[in-house]
């Protein structure tokens, strides 16, 4: 079993953005905690490669089992319809591999405590 | 000093997109590591309150400090134009009070132990 996950963004017109999804991206690949042999990134939008690409490379460098990870805050219309319509193309592409979708990024319960981290951080900074 | 921290996510189209940050921000007035007087959410676009809407009311209620925290995972243009754009609309409607932005949620470095801590907690459920 050869596992990808690949994190999948909005896309932006500005590539500087895009680029913090791909270092991201890297820095899991990297991560002691990571236990996937191939970490990407993909774009709904705007930006390469889209979902359908992104997944059909990971398979192409080997991955029989892809994870879908939605980087997204709120599951508005792009995390509970287009990624999945996207994921449904790739699926029906790629009929070898099993393609899934985990919980968007928001749904994670330490983000109230990440918030008031950042901001008390930037309260110490001001003073 | 009455101190309002203000979350602002894009808007969506899909209100229980919306109310999941009206509930973020409902869940931080309430944590206890919290020092803010108000907590409440703004909207870049679509979905009410605006952010100079949002600032305003938090003053009505009695802040002269309000700090706004774009709750955006990467610095596309929302988050290097648009929102710097909206405040300063509401810092010169504002005159009396100090209102700053901080850096968005996506430059916090636990990020990427989430995503991994996410995609695992997934794992165990699928078994």
Known sequence: MKRALIVVS???RREASNDE???LAQL??????????????????????SIPDGIAAAIERGANEVTVL???????????????????????????????????IGRAPEMADIV?????DTDHEDR
Chains 1, 2 share one sequence.
Not at 43 to 49: G, T, V, W
Not at 72 to 86: K, Q
Not at 116 to 120: E, F, K, N
């Open 28 to 49: 899991l690949s990297t991560h002691q905690e990571n236990s996937f042999n191939d970490v990407s990134a993909a774009f709904l939008e705007i930006a390469e490669p």
């Open 21 to 23: 999804v791909r270092r």
């Open 116 to 120: 008031l981290r950042m901001v008390s």
């Open 70 to 104: 939605p980087y997204f805050l709120s599951a508005g219309r792009h995390v509970t319809r287009d990624i999945p319509d996207e994921v449904d193309k790739a699926r029906g592409l790629n009929a070898d591999a099993v393609i899934r979708i985990v919980p968007y």
């Open 10 to 12: 909005h896309g932006s």
